[in-house]
């Protein structure tokens, strides 16, 4: 595993398609407990409980699910990922993403953290990718 998951050690992820790199850390003295996600310039906040939440989702769903990666601003289709993770159904009742104008993308940027945790399996094609629980 490429990072232990702290500020001063983030995971160094890459997109499902492996087009582009980002790092991801836990903060946990954040109140909820926080997955800072840097992506260039740009930093994403989700609640951290996203993990465990998406892990058990995945597992209910007993197959590949597409990802359907979007903005906070476009819709997310049906049954993806990027819906389930601002579903007024989820655990958290709506967004994981904590940061207004920048909640969307779990589609994108959480799948390859669950593959680095050894919780789901990722597709890495060009586009429409799934995943899975292991």
Not at 50 to 64: K, M, N
Not at 108 to 116: G, H, N, S, V
Request: aromatic share 8%.
């Amino acid at each position: 595993m490429s990072g232990s998951g702290t500020k001063d050690d983030p995971w160094a992820l890459k997109t499902p398609p492996g087009t582009g790199e980002y790092a991801m850390y836990r903060d946990d003295d954040a109140d909820p407990a926080q997955l800072v996600c840097q992506v260039g310039s740009t930093t994403l906040r989700y609640d951290a409980r996203v993990v465990e939440d998406l892990h058990a989702w995945l597992r209910e769903q007993g197959d590949w699910v597409p990802l359907g990666s979007a903005d906070e601003q476009k819709p997310a289709k049906d049954g993806t990922v990027e819906a389930w993770g601002r579903s007024e159904a989820n655990p958290v009742g709506g967004w994981y993403g904590l940061r207004k104008g920048y909640r969307g993308r779990v589609g994108m940027y959480l799948p390859p953290l669950l593959e680095e945790l050894g919780l789901a399996e990722v597709e890495h094609n060009p586009r429409n990718n799934r995943m899975r629980a292991l």
